[in-house]
């Protein structure tokens, strides 16, 4: 790179470190990435600052750890504090966003961003704007109100998409991201943070993709001896989805896997259609993979984050 990088810094919300094949993982496919990994760096030991969606992306934009930046939940966003956005929007990068940041409670806010495809989690609001509820509408969708799957006591439930695959938002998060690249300020170096939703809850992925794989052929959660003992209130309460009788499914917790790889499966594949965007500019752009925080995903018989155990802390 001899000139001012480009900077595409991608993070997917919820995904566990040990979901990238050339990772060592042999169960899921994730082509794209290993092909990252085989000509980057991969860091084996990267644990988010906080497992929490608001905390760790408050972090992620300051530089700063949640005890100091005062964001240590899904409380206020920290926006007194200087973002990322703005200190390379004072180093003459254009600067843009793509779907959740998560900014608490002004959602709509730019924070440095010089400009935002704004579309967060949930279901529909009166208003609020959301480009991706605005897109759905435009093509016929208008009906759909919880269009990132059903929420509530399904919410961990494995369930299929209301939306086919071409509609589907992780789909339009790479459409966003490429129509970016065409159309981008060719004069000034670029910083495009692209956010995918998934594989954060609900789980459900669209056609074909939601029958990649088997919860036959997914292992069983690791529950040590003794993990009750490590579990924080936070975990059992999100517990509640499937634990009132303080019971365990395990075939549940494999079919969850199941489609959750298909979540990162699916998100791969609309990655490599953003790298192919990029052309012969791959060569000056310094691409950046991350995810917020983990999922526990039946291990220590629990499922969501808050938790500093490996799969909730430690991210790609």
Not at 250 to 267: D, G, N, P
């Amino acid at each position: 790179m001899t000139q001012q990088p480009n900077i595409l810094f991608i993070m997917t919300d919820q995904q566990r470190s040990d979901t990238i094949a050339a990772l060592g993982n042999r169960a899921i496919r994730t082509p794209t990435l290993d092909s990252l990994v085989e000509e980057g760096i991969a860091f084996s030991n990267c644990y988010t600052p906080s497992p929490v969606c608001v905390a760790a992306r408050s972090a992620t934009i300051t530089g700063l750890p949640p005890h100091i930046n005062g964001c240590a939940s899904n409380n206020e966003s920290p926006m007194g504090r200087r973002s990322i956005m703005q200190v390379l929007q004072g180093c003459g990068y254009q600067t843009h966003g793509i779907a959740k940041m998560h900014f608490n409670p002004e959602t709509e806010a730019l924070w440095g961003f010089d400009s935002r495809d704004i579309s967060e989690e949930g279901a529909r609001g009166p208003g609020s704007r959301n480009d991706f509820h605005r897109y759905l509408s435009e093509n016929g969708y208008d009906h759909v109100l919880e269009p990132q799957g059903i929420r509530s006591e399904l919410y961990y439930i494995p369930q299929p998409s209301q939306l086919p695959a071409h509609h589907h938002h992780t789909t339009w998060v790479a459409d966003r991201a490429i129509d970016f690249l065409q159309e981008r300020d060719r004069e000034r170096p670029f910083f495009l943070w692209t956010s995918f939703i998934k594989p954060h809850p609900p789980f459900e992925a669209p056609a074909p993709w939601n029958k990649l794989y088997r919860a036959a052929d997914m292992l069983p959660p690791r529950r040590p001896e003794g993990f009750e003992q490590l579990l924080t209130y936070w975990n059992r309460r999100q517990n509640r989805y499937k634990y009132r009788d303080k019971g365990y499914d395990e075939m549940l917790f494999r079919a969850m896997k199941a489609i959750y790889y298909a979540c990162i499966s699916f998100i791969d594949f609309n990655l490599g259609r953003i790298l192919a965007a990029l052309g012969d500019e791959i060569d000056n752009t310094l691409i950046v993979f991350t995810a917020d925080h983990g999922e526990l995903l039946g291990d220590y018989g629990s499922v969501g984050k808050r938790t500093m155990l490996n799969p909730a802390a430690r991210v790609p």
